[in-house]
């Protein structure tokens, strides 16, 4: 699995927080574990491949937000406690 990072300018509220989750989905069939966090201006998931950067930064950008990076990384679940 690759957990995949994105940098949002523009979220005030939790329906914002929706709006990028609905949009992240739709933009990467299979994305899971999806969440979006303004406070943080960031939203995370997972999928099974990397997701192609330009479809998430112009969906994204359609919606009125702005996607300022896009980090994707291994993934791996950790057991019980934090332990690998």
């Known amino acids: 699995m ?3 990072t994105l940098d949002i300018e ?3 509220c939790s329906m914002c927080e929706a709006h990028i ?5 739709n933009a990467v069939p299979g994305a899971k574990k999806v969440s979006a966090s303004r406070s ?3 939203a995370s998931f ?3 491949e990397i997701p192609d950067r330009e479809i998430l930064m112009n969906k994204i950008a359609e919606t009125g937000y702005s996607c300022t ?5 291994q993934y791996v679940k950790k ?3 934090g332990r690998g």
């Open 10 to 12: 523009g979220m005030m």
């Open 69 to 73: 990076g896009i980090a994707s990384e």
């Open 40 to 42: 943080k201006g960031k």
């Open 79 to 81: 057991g019980w406690f």
């Open 46 to 48: 997972l999928s099974e």
């Open 21 to 25: 989750c609905d949009t992240i989905r």
């Open 2 to 4: 690759i957990k995949t």
